[in-house]
Structures are given as structure tokens and as C-alpha cells.
């Protein structure tokens, strides 16, 4: 059985900075892509970040320099650190694993439940 277990969301000001966790079980970690989506209220789910299993990454352009996307596979877990956060960063992150996984929410073959990340203003 597949788990992806999100931690580390809350409630932070603007310009702070927050660590998402995401410990996943019952794949075969190295193996996998590993990203980060999100979904504001009355939005649709959209990309974040990814770390491709050799350990390149991608990001969304409004998060490129805030956000750093990494991996621990020894410890089968992907992490989020947002800095300088904004208030539109506010939204439920939902960590994501697939073999194939792009930016896409179609490529996601596994989700997390997913965790409320608040940026107050």
C-alpha cells in the first residue's frame, strides 16, 4: 500500500518561511519522480515543483527563487522549504509521486492528503 504523508504546513506572515515534508512508503523511492502541487479556494490544482529521481528540478515561474524542491532517498522522504513567502502562496500542497511525473496533474499516479499552507498579509 502507497502512502505520501505531508507535514510541516501552517500559518505564517509574509516574507516568512515554512518546510513542507513528505514521507512516502510502499514505492520504490530512488525510482520515483517526486513533486509538489497546490490548490488555492475556487482554484484548480496547479504545479509547484519536482526533483526527477537523478536529481534535476523544475518550478512553477512564480516560485523560482523562493522555493527549493529536495530529496533524502535514505530517509524515503521530499521536502518543500518556501522562503519569502506571499500571500497567493496560501493554498492546500499536496505532495505527488509517479514514475513519469511532469507538471502535470494527469502524470500524478500518487498524492498525499495534502496540507494547508496559510500566508497572511
Known amino acids: 500500500q502507497v502512502q505520501l504523508v505531508e507535514s510541516g504546513g501552517g500559518l505564517v506572515q509574509a516574507g516568512g518561511s515554512l518546510r513542507l515534508s513528505c514521507a512516502a512508503s510502499?514505492?520504490?523511492?530512488?525510482?520515483?519522480?517526486l513533486g509538489w502541487f497546490r490548490q488555492a479556494p475556487g482554484k484548480e490544482r496547479e504545479f509547484v515543483a519536482r526533483?526527477?529521481?537523478?536529481?534535476?528540478?523544475e518550478y512553477q515561474d512564480s516560485v523560482k527563487g523562493r522555493f527549493t524542491i529536495s530529496r533524502d532517498n535514505a530517509k524515503n522522504t521530499v521536502y518543500l522549504q518556501m522562503n519569502s513567502q506571499k500571500p497567493e502562496d496560501t493554498a492546500v500542497y499536496y505532495c505527488?509521486?509517479?514514475?513519469?511525473?511532469?507538471?502535470?496533474?494527469?502524470?500524478?499516479?500518487?498524492w498525499g492528503q495534502g496540507t494547508q499552507v496559510t500566508v497572511s498579509s
Open positions: 526533483i526527477r529521481s537523478s536529481g534535476t528540478t
Open positions: 510502499g514505492i520504490i523511492f530512488s525510482s520515483y519522480g
Open positions: 505527488a509521486a509517479a514514475l513519469g511525473l511532469s507538471t502535470t496533474v494527469g502524470s500524478v499516479r500518487y
